[in-house]
T-cell receptor
């Protein structure tokens, strides 16, 4: 069965500092991976996705993620965090049939001024 | 660009009542997914439809049923509501390629509160 783990429940960074959110997956075949962001009371917005090819993928809002098969990881990064980035971030993997996303537990990001 | 529309955005019900949530996918999307997100939880997959047929089923209680109509909108029907059904219910849609690479685009969610 597929699973996603986000080891960090909460992360606090200062505005302007760099950010890395961790994501580890368990999947028997080639994983198709996603990062979504959820602002309080809002829906899920797709930040980026990885299917194949270049292991470093660029997303919206200045985010990027790197797929590392050897470490079963798909960590999300941003070089300089803005206060508006405060939100909950979810890593997810889709199943073989492509009709079910399995989410990690989420990481809540807080940004200090 | 048009997004997924969910209605209502907020719903308050009493225990043992019924509720119907509606989802209107992005135009030309024919696949719809339903997820439930409890307080402080990650979204959990409930059920999905492709071309009006159920394509997969997750942890959906027997008290819940769903369907997709000819115009591709979907409805989630919830009966005998329990306090534990209080959650944010998301609908997502994807384009009609039927491939694993399809991206799911999420609606804003319906917040259901059961009193």
């Amino acid at each position: 069965a597929q699973s996603v783990t986000q080891p960090d429940i909460h992360i606090t960074v200062s505005e302007g500092a760099s950010l890395e959110l961790r994501c580890n997956y368990s999947y028997g075949a080639t994983p198709y991976l996603f990062w979504y962001v959820q602002s309080p009371g809002q829906g899920l917005q797709l930040l980026l996705k990885y299917f194949s090819g270049d292991t470093l993928v660029q997303g919206i809002k200045g985010f990027e993620a790197e797929f590392k098969r050897s470490q079963s990881s798909f960590n999300l990064r941003k070089p300089s965090v803005h206060w508006s980035d405060a939100a909950e971030y979810f890593c997810a993997v889709v199943n073989n049939a492509g009709n079910m996303l399995t989410f990690g537990g989420g990481t809540r990001l807080m940004v200090k001024p | 660009a048009a997004g997924v529309i969910q209605s209502p955005r907020h719903l308050i019900k009493e225990k043992r009542e019924t509720a119907t949530l509606k989802c209107y996918p992005i135009p030309r999307h024919d696949t719809v997914y339903w997820y439930q997100q409890g307080p402080g939880q990650d979204p959990q997959f409930l059920i999905s439809f492709y071309e009006k047929m159920q394509s997969d089923k997750g942890s959906i209680p027997d008290r819940f049923s769903a369907q997709q109509f000819s115009d591709y909108h979907s409805e989630l029907n919830m009966s005998s509501l329990e306090l534990g059904d209080s959650a944010l219910y998301f609908c997502a849609s994807s384009s009609p390629s039927g491939r694993r690479t399809d991206t799911q685009y999420f609606g804003p969610g319906t917040r259901l509160t059961v009193l």
